[in-house]
Nanobody, 114 residues
């Protein structure tokens, strides 16, 4: 299983970005897909995750400013981020938890700055 993340970039405060992550490989059955982020000098932290039935959970940092969704047919997960702040600057990673294993994407840089 491999994950490929995309959609990061440079945005001004208050702007929006949509991150995408597609998983390739044979994925059957239940799994959880999510987004994490890591800023320099900080630990990687959860942003949001979504399970097979579409139920989602958000960490406080971006609750109300983000929306996670998935396309089960494509094994893809998306993160719409709005009202971005400089403190949202980080490398964003997607993760797939499947059959007791965690698979990570390569990360995509999000920079929020004026």
């Amino acid at each position: 299983v491999q994950l490929q993340a995309s959609g990061g970039g440079f945005v001004q405060p208050g702007g929006s970005l949509r991150l995408s992550c597609a998983a390739s490989g044979r994925i059957l059955g239940g799994n959880v897909m999510g987004w994490y982020r890591q800023s320099p000098g900080k630990q990687r932290e959860l942003v949001a995750y979504i399970i097979n039935n579409g139920a989602a959970n958000y960490a406080d940092a971006m609750k109300g400013r983000s929306n996670i969704s998935r396309d089960r047919a494509k094994n893809a997960v998306y993160l719409q981020m709005n009202s971005l702040k400089p403190e949202d600057t980080a490398v964003y990673y997607c993760k797939l938890s499947y059959r007791g294993n965690d698979y990570w994407g390569q990360g995509t840089q999000v920079t929020v700055s004026s």
